[in-house]
């Protein structure tokens, strides 16, 4: 049977940094200015991947 893999729909603000290799103040201040989009899940706060590939695919325009 084939292995099937899971595409995350948010990830840490830790994981974004690494992905992007952008500080965590940076990630904080994207949010801010509403280039990323983020949720609250049990206290931990998450960007959607959705908003991190507009963001690096338009550099400028705000969050979907």
Avoid: C, W
């Avoid at 994981?15 to 994207?30: E, H, I, K, P, Q």
């Avoid at 206290?43 to 979907?64: H, P, Y």
Wanted: glycine share 6%.
């Amino acid at each position: 049977m084939p292995t099937r893999t899971i595409e995350p729909i948010a990830v840490s603000i830790a994981t974004f940094s690494a992905m992007t290799d952008l500080g965590r103040t940076t990630a904080y201040n994207l949010i801010a200015q509403g280039k990323l989009k983020k949720v609250k899940v049990l206290g931990r706060t998450l960007i959607t991947v959705a908003s991190i590939d507009a963001l690096l695919a338009n550099g400028s325009e705000k969050a979907k």
